[in-house]
């Protein structure tokens, strides 16, 4: 394709977006009193899904009744009206540029059903960790290290060091 | 104590409001810098585009820089701000997990949102998987509760656990990433190009 070298800067300066990043974390605390997340909006998705189809289930079970209040929906919590709001940003920045449009992004050396079947492997994996390290990368290794909290710097050394480990064995995918 | 006292005052609707708008921006940063391609995502470990690391580690420098300059400048109190907990085994053994989740599939959760709002199927395809994760959690939550649980060190940070100064700290986790920076410049520079 034509607009190879070209995509290369499409993107913004990653100083400057992680600079705009950092004032979002800061005004996040400043007015909230707490970070950023992401994984927790999926978690309360599932919650929903649960306490709907299974009710009497979901109160049985540990993990779904910390998340279950009579008074309101699990779905009424600010992560989740924050990921709606990221939603709308990402659709913004991606119209703004013309990114938007039905695709499976994949390295042109492996199928579109081998990176949708890692895919949701990938994320299987994510969730369950996320669940056991209480936040994914947003709201425990980012937010965490914001605040200088010890559970995010562990967090975030957990991950990209284990990435950096296992990236041999998964290189087909990417180079 | 600022806004914080403002908020805390306000009706919790206007919270939902705020939460919208911090998201916004929130999604809109991370698309901008290329957050919703997984193959510039992956760049990182295998050293062809470092703007994982170097987005991630600004951001953190300059939300760390930021509170605790507030916090010296009497806006906030760092003490009264929410500290994510630490449970040591925890929070290790599920970062390894979504680290080898981050590797395989190239996302992580929030990165995968924005993708999938500007209609990637993958993305999506990883945010359903992250809704089965969840659920395997939680239906198997008796086993992992042991390890969820335990360990539990505190709503600590590196001030009170180790004892040290927040501002050399600061200082020295900034120099930390210039060098970073510089380091990954240079790794670059000596590994393939890969174009996505």
């Known amino acids: 394709m034509k607009n190879k070298e070209h995509n290369r800067h499409i993107y913004w300066n990653p100083y400057f977006g992680g600079f705009l990043l950092g004032l979002i974390i800061i005004f996040t605390f400043y007015t909230t009193g707490r970070g950023l997340g992401a994984s927790g909006a999926m978690k309360s998705g599932v919650v929903a899904v649960v306490e709907t189809v299974a009710p009497t289930h979901a109160e049985a079970n540990g993990y779904y009744s910390k998340f279950i209040s009579e008074d309101k929906s699990p779905l009424n919590t600010w992560l989740v009206f924050e990921v709606i709001g990221m939603l709308i940003g990402g659709m913004i920045s991606g119209g703004l540029s013309g990114r938007i449009g039905w695709r499976v992004q994949h390295s042109p050396k492996i199928t579109k059903r081998r990176r949708l079947y890692f895919a949701l492997g990938g994320g299987i994996l994510f969730g369950i960790g996320a669940q056991i390290g209480r936040g994914c990368t947003s709201g425990a290794a980012l937010s965490g290290m914001s605040i200088l909290s010890v559970g995010g710097f562990i967090t975030t050394f957990a991950i990209f060091g284990t990435g950096f480990l296992v990236a041999y064995f998964f290189r087909k995918n990417w180079i | ?196």
């Open chain 2, 1 to 196: 104590m600022g806004l914080l006292t403002l908020i805390n005052t306000i009706p919790y609707e206007w919270d939902n409001v705020l939460a919208i708008i911090i998201g916004l921006a929130f999604g809109f940063v991370l698309e901008s810098s290329g957050f919703s391609s997984s193959r510039k995502l992956a760049g990182v470990f295998y050293g062809y585009d470092f703007a994982v690391l170097k987005v991630f580690f600004t951001a953190a420098v300059v939300a760390a820089i930021g509170l605790y300059y507030m916090d010296y400048l009497g806006f906030i109190s760092v003490g009264q701000l929410y500290v994510h907990p630490t449970y040591l085994w925890g929070g290790i053994i599920g970062g390894a997990i979504m680290g080898v989740g981050f590797v395989a599939a190239g996302f992580c959760p929030g990165t995968a949102v924005t993708s999938a709002a500007i209609g990637k199927i993958d993305a999506m395809v990883y945010i359903g998987g992250i809704m089965i994760g969840v659920f395997i959690f939680a239906e198997l939550y008796s086993l992992f509760q042991p390890l969820y649980e335990g360990s539990f060190l505190g709503n600590i940070t590196v001030v009170d656990y180790f004892d040290l100064n927040p501002y050399w700290f600061i200082f020295i986790l900034t120099i930390a990433a210039i060098l970073a920076f510089i380091l990954t410049d240079l790794i670059r520079k000596r590994v393939k190009k890969v174009f996505y």
